[in-house]
């Protein structure tokens, strides 16, 4: 398997020759290292729909006729107002097998909307954490959240690998809330921290964070770095 990360909150995936992206957010993303004109997928994942993670979805669905998996809300949205009818709606406690491995979506504490062309937000679902069990790896995408104490339960049934979670401050976590997360209720074997340094209002010092993270290993990976399994 290749688990790789590619600004804000995108990871990228390949296993059992499928490719798999999370919270596209490239096109006018600084810290991006990709080209979405030029990206082959076969699914997107989307944690919520907000600009910075649903991002070039719809280009790189219809691009590459992509299956979107993502809340309900977000299938409607894309079959009604795009035209992409490839898309599989899930919710928070639903899991399924797909031909890459399989997908389950558990809570998050944030927001959900895009803005659309006349400037109003449209509701696209409850905001979700993503947990990827891909070939005997289990993988847990936070999302954007705040801390929460179910985060224990998500892990204790789900004994997580990799962790990926924000430390932007402002809209999600935080350096102390994140480490704490890690420290106290996840207890993954790798964390990679995520969502920080896009924008003004999410700079942070991940070596800071990772100095406050005392189990497992920290992985500070760059955009276009794979993560070491």
Same mark, same amino acid.
């Given at each position: ?8 909150? #995108?990871?990228?995936? !390949? ?9 596209? &957010? ?9 080209? #979405?004109?030029?990206? !082959? ?5 989307? @944690? ?5 993670? %649903?991002?070039? @979805? ?8 992509? @299956? ?6 977000? /299938? =409607?949205?894309?079959?009604? +107002?795009?035209?992409?009818? +490839?898309? *599989? ?15 389950? &979506? ?11 062309? +006349? ?5 696209? /679902? ?16 936070? /999302?954007? @959240?705040?801390? %929460? ?6 892990? =204790? *049934? ?12 402002? &809209? ?26 896009? %924008? ?7 070596? !800071? ?7 497992? !290993? ?12």
């Amino acid at each position: 398997m290749k688990l790789s990360f590619h600004g804000q909150s #995108a990871i990228y995936l !390949e296993a059992n020759n499928k490719k798999v992206i999370v919270d596209p &957010f490239i096109s006018g993303n600084e810290l991006s290292d990709l080209d #979405a004109d030029n990206l !082959e997928v076969d699914y997107i994942i989307l @944690t919520h729909g907000h600009g910075d993670h %649903f991002g070039d @979805t719809v280009e790189l669905a219809k691009k590459n006729n992509a @299956t979107v998996i993502g809340s309900a809300e977000v /299938g =409607d949205y894309l079959s009604t +107002n795009k035209g992409h009818d +490839n898309v *599989r709606p899930m919710n928070i406690g639903g899991k399924v097998d797909f031909d890459f491995g399989s997908v389950k &979506f558990v809570q998050a504490f944030h927001s959900s909307s895009l803005t659309d062309d +006349n400037g109003v937000p449209v509701y696209l /679902g409850m905001p979700m954490g993503v947990i990827l069990e891909v070939e005997g790896k289990t993988i847990y995408h936070t /999302g954007d @959240t705040s801390l %929460f104490s179910d985060m224990k339960l998500i892990a =204790d *049934r789900h004994p997580v690998d990799v962790c990926f979670i924000p430390i932007g401050d402002n &809209f999600t976590m935080g350096i102390d809330d994140a480490s704490y997360a890690i420290n106290e209720f996840i207890q993954p074997k790798i964390t990679v921290p995520i969502h920080y340094d896009t %924008f003004p209002y999410i700079e942070q010092d991940p070596e !800071e964070f990772k100095s406050a993270v005392n189990v497992g !290993e920290v992985q500070i990976v760059k955009p276009g770095e794979d993560v070491e399994l």
